[in-house]
């Protein structure tokens, strides 16, 4: 897998790239911070793409790049599928439902499209009807300020929605530090109270502590523990402080948000660079670069006395910069 991940990278970055979603939110926020006035961004939507692909291209790709697992995927793919659902239906396109080996196959499937794409306009990526996806317009967005930029767009790609780039969102991570910040965490910690979903990935991959609703995560957190526990806890009492600390340090391991918030993006941050940098084709950006890293260390600095950043060949690992801050809160 290692020499495949050289290949997709940075093209592709959801199957095989350790970090590779956290990097594409990282370079978007990057790239729009550097937006000129007459640039856009522009994300395209596949109908229906995983199960949509020519399997006949699949698995040419497959024989091209890594012929060593074609035996096995010639003899699943070459011949139709059957679904069964009230009636047989026929399937003959894309890869069939868990198939573990269907994110590498549609990866494969895309490659030398995205190859020869992203030589040329990017609007070729039209043509990507020759191995069987068709474009969604209508689910496709516009990322820019200048009017006159997004009807430019719109004329390539009529149906596109527009989006300010303070209210650009990739992947479920917020690009803006305004509104669109407030939105996100808002809508996890409404997610958080419904089925308990991890935040981590927000944390990571936005700068989550220039936002004052992130106490609210910590005070649901504190307000669910209360309840299961059967006794009265707030953020601020020395039972939470202790509840929030690991588990190898006397506590019960449930993070604080609001503590955690700067080191996950710090580390991100830096261990995305490298990628970042692929992405976005300049080997002269360093992790400091990105939008906001250096805020971020400004706070985590002035979250407790006396720490101290771990050195540059240490950010990228999040227990480095998250052990001075349990120190200090164990030492409360």
Not at 153 to 182: F, H, I, Q, R
């Amino acid at each position: 897998m290692g020499d495949l991940s050289e290949l997709f990278s940075p093209r592709q970055l959801g199957c095989g790239i350790k970090g590779g979603i956290q990097a594409a939110v990282h370079a978007g926020r990057e790239f729009l911070h550097h937006l000129a006035p007459d640039d856009a961004m522009v994300k395209l939507d596949f109908r229906n793409a995983f199960n949509s692909f020519r399997r006949d291209c699949m698995l040419d790709a497959v024989s091209d790049l890594c012929p060593s697992l074609y035996p096995l995927v010639f003899s699943a793919y070459s011949s139709s599928s059957s679904l069964f659902w009230e009636e047989d239906i026929i399937h003959s396109q894309g890869v069939q439902q868990r198939d573990p080996l269907g994110p590498l196959l549609f990866s494969l499937t895309l490659h030398q499209f995205l190859v020869d794409s992203l030589r040329s306009d990017i609007f070729i990526i039209r043509k990507a009807e020759r191995i069987g996806l068709h474009l969604n317009p209508v689910k496709s967005e516009i990322i820019s300020d200048n009017p006159s930029i997004v009807n430019s767009v719109t004329s390539s790609l009529p149906g596109a929605t527009n989006t300010s780039a303070e209210s650009a969102v990739l992947l479920g991570s917020p690009l803006g530090v305004g509104d669109c910040l407030y939105t996100a965490i808002n809508e996890k910690i409404s997610t958080l109270s419904r089925v308990g979903e991890r935040s981590m990935f927000l944390l990571r991959t936005a700068p989550s502590v220039l936002s004052s609703s992130l106490s609210d995560i910590d005070s649901l957190l504190c307000t669910t523990l209360s309840s299961l526990l059967n006794v009265p806890l707030c953020v601020s009492d020395p039972a939470w402080i202790q509840a929030s600390l690991p588990v190898r340090r006397g506590g019960l391991g449930f993070w604080s948000a609001v503590q955690l918030a700067t080191s996950c993006y710090i580390t991100s941050a830096a261990a995305s660079s490298s990628l970042v940098s692929l992405i976005l084709h300049d080997d002269s950006r360093s992790p400091h670069s990105l939008p906001l890293v250096t805020k971020a260390k400004e706070l985590w600095s002035c979250a407790s006395e006396d720490i101290s950043p771990p050195p540059v060949e240490s950010e990228p690992t999040q227990k480095a910069w998250d052990n001075p801050q349990i120190s200090a809160s164990f030492a409360k």
